[in-house]
């Protein structure tokens, strides 16, 4: 039977948590129903994270009692080491949970037996937050992008299936904690509309080494971020983007950043990763539009026609099997000359078939922003009217293609 009336009643009594911030120094003190007996244990920071060294000491203001006392600290993993008179120093795992952590004293008496008092000494362990770089550990693969719109890698779209964010988690550095990312996807149709965008959000950390302390850590995330509730665990490596309806010579574009509605700090607008691609498509085309011809020369004109202020034509177009850029000179067939889509008559409209030079295309493949269903330039066109006889026309056109 413990005889002593410190192991009696040890803890019986115990403050709360008291911080100093000048030296980072949190006491619990310790009171038993002897007065003259008092144990006080203090840590040296408010915080700590994985990797950092502890250091604990206790104090007695009554050295008198017998017994001996050790500290033990309720982290899987960790030691602490006896370093002098009464002070202990131990290392916080890297693979620690974050969470609190309660520090106990282990006291054996004089007859050799063990007893184990809880105390409210807390060590608080955080994970770090900060945000890693993402050219350290993200990659966009099997194919590589370009870092802007005008000069988009072409790529079949095989290859467009075959894309995905890949996260290199090694190189993510230890004190990095988790990276919580958002990846967007946007689609810009030939024509120059923007299709709405798709979002994901992602979370990856650098591996424990330990596939089930992986798994613990993602479901920990998964459950805390409420907008992370879907993420899958094949997602902490790679993410797959869609791609299921291209059109076309349509752009993707794939944005990457940190999501910093978790990450709490300044935003570094410079701290992302966006490639574009586009979508190769036939090198054969046709197309239709509708446009305000001028006569400039006819070559019959002592035999007059009124001519409309309306024509509508197919076009045949060869595209640039790279750029997906039209080439400015086309052909196409074409109804000419009508003052509305029913309107053929004698002296008015007719059918013509026409070589087109396109001024507006040729801006375009200069790669000056140009909106693409605009269309202005010239046409030579063989003009069969109604009822008159057949010429040959030089016409300027504005227009617009669907």
Known sequence: MLKSKFFKSILICASGLLISHAQMKTTVLIQSTNEDERISVSIDKSVYFPGDTILLGIQRNDSTTAGIITPILSITGTTLKSIGHRKYIGVIPQTVTPGLFAVSLRVTDPGGRRFVYETDCIVAVEEYQDVEQLSRYVSIIPEKGSNTLRTAVTIDRDQARNLEVRFQRDSIRPQMGPQFVRITTTVLLRDGIATPSYERRVVSF???GDATKDRAMFIQYRTAYGAYANI??????????PVDSLPDWAILGIHVEPDYTIKI??????????????????????????AIPTVLY???????????????????YLTNAITGNRFPVSAGIEIFGLNSPI?????????????????????????????????????LAPFFPIKKKARMLFVSEFGFSF
């Open 206 to 208: 650098r591996s424990h």
């Open 232 to 241: 899958r665990p094949e997602e902490l490596e790679r993410v797959l983007v």
């Open 265 to 290: 700090g300044a935003v570094d607008r410079s701290n992302t990763l966006t490639q574009y691609f586009r979508v190769r498509g036939p090198t054969f085309e046709t197309g239709f539009s509708l």
């Open 298 to 316: 006819d070559s019959r004109a002592d035999d007059p026609t009124e001519y409309g202020r309306y024509c509508a034509m197919v076009r045949f």
């Open 343 to 379: 309107d053929i008559g004698t002296g008015r409209g007719g059918f013509a078939m026409s070589m087109s030079l396109d001024i507006a295309e040729m801006i375009r493949i200069v790669n000056i922003g140009f909106t693409k269903k605009v269309n202005i330039g010239v046409e």
